[in-house]
């Protein structure tokens, strides 16, 4: 949306979990935007998702680094942001995005592995990112840190305990981090999507249809009605709320969540 | 504080669209339906005192009285015909400040904050939408007194009346999503504008929050202007019924 004054480099973030889904479509808008992007991801087919965004948007080679990391694993994460820095020399948006959606059972029947993992990626991965992230962008006195949160941190529901905790604890986070990072001029903020027209979203209806006796697309039509604007949202629109507050326009904005859910959790 | 922070003027950005904007005249309206002009919107300004001001160009002015029925319906007509249509957006900032112990707040002077900040954008909105708004956008101004109690600096009707705002924000955008109405509020911490100056001892206070700010500044009406005509835009067309807190940090403490 706006773009840096006084030189021609381009601004540079780290998307975790770009393979696919929300982290894909933001990927997607800031190529579209001109930026340098470092797509991480457990999954290898990121390499797939670089290489299609960038001869979709005519970038030159170089300029969305495709790495394949756990974001659960300290060293890893760190040697990753190192990377980042000695391709791109800065960094100026990180959006923790990578996450998966754990069991659907009652809290009292989770598997305590199954727990631990969710924690491992959702808090513990946004953690490693934020942290190593804040640390390069401390040196530079300036940039922008977007986690993924969800209405069901928010708002948490019966089944799905280990999701919500963690999405939660990725709120509250956010508010520390603002907190710590505001006299570094670093702003923090969360965004929470709603029903997202996502592979982890479908996942969800495919199980609670295996329950209900519904079939799969009665499942979506039914979350689908949930949403007042009557959609399921996309990565498209956490993109333009990720340029949004990575832009001058959110100069102000720091320590808050932004709910972007179509109107389901009416707050 | 730099006095363009926050105001990167996105050119084009609402060419085409048809806006309303109250409390036009100063502040943070003033701010809003400057950039909505110079992002390429029509704007009618409604406030209930333009004299004085000259220094909005592009602006079609209004006068209004939001407490007043008969004057909503009358002004959102005429802005329904200077801009050639009913409104695609819609901006309620007028408001009105009001620091007073709720012992020492009379019942009239409880009443008119409630008028001004609370019926006002129900009048208008409702107007908006008889009108003929929709598909539309309705950003209704709140503040992070919504959520606050404060005995430093007491502001008890003015705090109730926002939190009514933030409240009246989830309603309007259940009830007229279907005709694709997105309802979003902004709720701004601490701005240097003319409403900061209604504080008891205004230079006091302004080193005071300074302080007590995270970022360690004021926000500027640019800066809130900027957030409002984001969620006004399209690029927030999957938010509605919530609130974008615009505060430096203030509530994340």
Redesign the interface.
Known sequence: ??ARTGDDRPRVAVVTGAAAGLGEGVAARLAEDGWAVALLDINPAVEVTAARLAATNGLPGGRLVPMVVDVAEADAVGDALTAVLDAFGSLDLLVANAGIGGPSDDVVDIDVDAWDRVMAVNLRGAFLTARSAARAMRRQGSGVIVLLGSMFGQDPVAGGGAYSASKAGVEALG?SL??EL??DGIRVNTIAPGNMATGMHWEELRYRASRSGRTFEEEVAAARADV???RH??GT?IG??V??LA??????????T??????I??? | MSATAGASVIPGRFAGRHAIVTGAASGIGAAVAGRLVAEGAAVAGLDLDWAGRTHLPGVIRIAVDVRDPASVEGAVAAAVVALGGPPDTLVNAAGVYLVRSLLETTPEAWDDVQAINLRGPFLVSTAAVRAGMGPGVIVNLSSVAAYEGSSGEPSGAYNASKAGVSNLTRQMAAEWAGQGVRVVAVAPGVIDTPMLRMMDDPIAGLAYLDASVPLRRLGTAGEVAAVICFAASAEASYLTGTTIVVDGGLLAE
């Open positions: 949306m706006t508010r603002a907190l505001a006299p007042p604007l009557g949202g996309t629109d333009a709320v340029a949004f832009s001058d326009d959110a100069s102000y904005i720091t320590g808050q932004i709910s972007v859910n179509g109107g959790l009416r707050r």
